[in-house]
């Protein structure tokens, strides 16, 4: 039962997050298509720049996150309850979802920013979103083999109150 609805609930987190990841960027396309009309640049030159460097430094952060995120859940993925792994596994594989969304709704933002200009940076912002979800969500095997595994401390975390000495 346990192995059926892990695997049950990955197929269905992963399959609704990979669809809102690659779904989002393509309704943001539909948009930056009906953007070009007539896309007027809100700002230009050096601060507009800057504005993209931030955007990627954001989507970076945003990577690596969600790395560190799922390394400190599979480390304490078995001390989990097992009825309540299924729904953790899901809960976290849509927020991964949504986290990867977040970097396509910086690609339109930096469209209407930049206007035309920065069509080019703005479709790369939503192409990174399906393949950040697709390269740093772990699979299902991962998920099996946290499930059996004694749990790992995290840095600075006890998983088990110190014993007294007798």
Do not use: D, N
């Not at 809102?20 to 298509?33: G, S, Y």
């Amino acid at each position: 039962m346990g192995e059926a609805s892990l695997r049950r609930a990955f197929w269905q987190g992963y399959g609704t997050g990979l669809a809102v990841a690659v779904a989002w960027p393509l309704l943001l396309q539909v948009a930056l298509l009906a953007w070009l009309k007539a896309p007027l640049p809100m700002i230009q030159g050096e601060v507009l720049q800057q504005i993209g460097y931030a955007f990627t430094g954001l989507t970076l952060l945003g990577s690596v996150l969600l790395v560190l995120r799922f390394r400190a859940l599979r480390g304490t993925f078995s001390t989990t309850p097992e009825p309540l792994r299924p729904g953790r596994l899901r809960g976290e594989l849509l927020l991964a979802a949504g986290l990867c969304a977040g970097t396509a709704l910086l690609g339109l933002l930096y469209l209407v920013l930049g206007g035309s200009s920065t069509l080019r940076h703005a479709r790369g912002f939503l192409l990174i979103a399906p393949l950040q979800f697709l390269g740093l969500v772990p699979r299902l095997g991962t998920w099996r083999a946290a499930a059996r595994t004694s749990p790992r401390p995290l840095p600075g975390t006890i998983l088990e109150p110190p014993q007294e000495a007798p």
